[in-house]
């Protein structure tokens, strides 16, 4: 199982970014998809997450309201639409894939893709 994520970069507060992450090496039919975040100093911190049968989504309360997550079961690729961005958000974001329940603990999740750095000036 591979997971490859893309999509961050340097903006501005209020700004938008979209990450994506494209899953490959086996069948997602059941899966839940993630996505955490690492600041510097800071424990890895849940963000998003979405259940591939159905699209029932999870958030954390810190993002909820700006963030939207979102996927393609075609191609196979989950999306993150990050808008309202604040300098708070600047961290390394990564995708992650679970078998079946949606839960937004980081231990069960078992595939992870590398990570993607989002910065926001201020």
């Known amino acids: 199982v591979q997971l490859q994520a893309c999509g961050g970069g340097l903006v501005q507060a209020g700004g938008s970014l979209r990450l994506q992450c494209a899953a490959s090496g086996r069948t997602f039919g059941a899966y839940t998809m993630g996505w955490f975040r690492q600041s510097p100093g800071k424990d890895s911190e849940f963000v998003a997450a979405i259940h591939w049968v159905g699209g029932t989504t999870l958030y954390a309360d810190s993002v909820k309201g700006r963030f939207t997550i979102s996927r393609d079961n075609a191609k196979r690729t989950v999306y993150l639409q990050m808008n309202s961005l604040k300098p708070e958000d600047t961290a390394v974001y990564y995708c992650?894939?679970?078998?079946?329940?949606?839960?937004?603990?980081?231990?069960?999740?078992?595939?992870w893709g590398q990570g993607t750095l989002v910065t926001v000036s201020s």
């Open positions: 992650a894939a679970k078998y079946w329940d949606l839960v937004r603990t980081r231990e069960d999740y078992t595939y």
